[in-house]
């Protein structure tokens, strides 16, 4: 049975379900344009339980691919999950929208987008947290985005380890960043392992105060100024 939500914007939204006795329910979404290889997109959409389901799970799982998938093929046994709900994070709220949200970087293949718990119905995670309902665990989605991210790089700090704004740092996976001093001579540079430049050389000495210029690479190539 569905149950009764209020949309969170609009007048419509999609339901599935996770587990109902022997029954899973996928979503698939026919994306506006096929996703770009390499490019980083900020995935976003919001769930919300069936006042009438007894069961609540932490098995809600994104996947994209290519074409869509026919009603005899069960999702689970096709895929791998792209994106998976935090392990333990039940999703609880029958009355308010929750947001689930994270990132994907593209191969350059994706036309569509799957949710749904792709561990299949035997290796579903519930657990009964309204006893008096339906044994179910039904959800509701809505407001699903997926849209490319737009990397934000300080272009200033303060090296001086008093704790506050300490590193340089980029919120996305860095694949290697250069630094150059203002003359051109190259101070520091890091791959895959980076997590903040201290103002520091490579070889640990401190670089002076002053304008520096990098070379970053990531889901998004950029480069600039700090």
């Known amino acids: ?17 996770i587990t109902a006795s022997n029954y899973q329910e996928y979503i698939q979404i026919k994306l506006k344009e096929t996703l770009k290889a390499g490019i980083t997109y900020d995935l976003s959409f919001y769930v919300n339980l069936s006042n009438l389901s007894r069961d609540a799970s932490d098995d809600m799982h994104v996947k994209f691919v290519n074409d869509s998938v026919q009603f005899h093929d ?5 895929f791998i999950p792209d994106w998976v ?12 929208w929750t947001e689930l949200s994270g990132t994907y970087t593209a191969n350059g293949t994706e036309n ?7 561990y299949g119905i035997d290796n579903a995670t519930v657990r009964p947290v309204y006893l008096d309902n339906l044994e179910q665990a039904r959800y509701f989605i809505d407001d699903v985005s997926l849209i490319e991210h737009k990397l934000e790089i300080s272009n200033v700090f ?28 190259k101070v520091y540079t890091s791959g895959a392992e980076f997590e903040g430049w201290d103002g520091r050389k ?4 401190p670089c002076n105060s002053g304008i520096y ?14």
Request: aromatic share 12%; hydrophobic share 30%; with cysteine.
């Open 158 to 185: 303060t090296p001086n380890n008093d704790g506050i704004n300490d590193l340089w740092e980029v919120d996305a996976h860095v694949n290697s960043v250069v630094i150059y001093n203002r003359w051109g001579s």
């Open 74 to 78: 069960w999702p689970h046994q096709l």
């Open 213 to 226: 210029y990098y070379l970053l690479t990531t889901g998004l190539a950029t480069n600039g100024t700090t």
């Open 112 to 118: 569509w987008m799957i949710i749904g718990c792709l």
């Open 1 to 17: 049975s569905g149950g009764y939500q209020q949309a969170r914007t609009g007048n419509a939204y999609a339901g599935l379900f």
């Open 85 to 96: 709900n935090q392990e333990g994070n039940y999703l609880t709220d029958t009355i308010g």
């Open 202 to 205: 490579n070889d640990g000495k």
